[in-house]
């Protein structure tokens, strides 16, 4: 969903507007770095091992979610 945002009278854009939104964007360069030291962080989270307490606890809420149906679809 995308929306817009309309320059009413009483809001008038000016150069001075236009040139500081143009100076705000991130430098390509920099986006490429960014992007690679994310994929590198998000690669090494999901080699991880998932922690036996957090395995517990999931296996105790499918238990309660499966005792605690009733017929509703």
Do not use: C, N, W
Request: cysteine-free; proline content about 3%.
């Amino acid at each position: 969903m995308t929306t817009s945002k309309s320059v009413g009278p009483a809001q008038s854009a000016t150069a001075e507007d236009h040139e500081s939104t143009e100076t705000a964007g991130v430098d390509a360069a920099i986006q490429g770095a960014l992007g690679r030291k994310l994929r590198e962080s998000y690669d090494q989270v999901v080699k991880e091992t998932v922690p036996d307490k957090f395995l517990q606890l999931l296996d105790q809420l499918k238990q309660s979610e499966g005792s605690g149906k009733t017929g509703k679809s």
